[in-house]
């Protein structure tokens, strides 16, 4: 079982920057991908980045690359998710979520894993 608590969403102007955090309490944490998640009102819930459980593998979605860096420190139980020059398309609630996969061949594309395990959330809101 994982429990997951994000912090750090809030209101920034458009341009600003926020950094998102996601501490899990899990004594297997490093075994898990990590992933960023964001639902905007009246829209599906959406992958943002994702980590592989090494840190070695990463995936963005295309309108956040450049912008949003994603990272982890499994010796904190916890990932991060750095978002840089914040558009007012950003604004959801952003969910971090833990990840597994059965087929080793995915071990590199954390973006394909299962997500089981999910957070409570937290607000994004950018002002243009």
């Known amino acids: 079982q994982v429990q997951l608590v994000e912090s750090g969403g809030g209101l920034v102007q458009a341009g600003g920057s926020l950094r998102l955090s996601c501490a899990a309490s899990?004594?297997?944490?490093?075994?898990?991908?990590m992933g960023w998640f964001r639902q905007a009102p009246g829209k599906e819930r959406d992958i943002v980045a994702a980590?592989?459980?090494?840190?070695?593998?990463?995936y963005y979605v295309d309108s956040v690359k450049g912008r949003f860096t994603i990272s982890r420190d499994n010796a904190k139980n916890t990932v991060y998710l750095q978002m840089n020059n914040l558009k007012p398309d950003d604004t959801a609630v952003y969910y971090c979520?833990?990840?597994?996969?059965?087929?080793?061949?995915?071990?590199?594309?954390?973006?394909?894993?299962?997500?089981?395990?999910w957070g409570q959330g937290t607000q994004v809101t950018v002002s243009s």
């Open positions: 980590i592989s459980w090494s840190g070695y593998s990463t």
């Open positions: 979520a833990a990840g597994t996969t059965d087929d080793s061949a995915y071990y590199t594309r954390p973006e394909l894993y299962e997500y089981d395990y």
């Open positions: 899990a004594r297997s944490f490093s075994s898990y991908a």
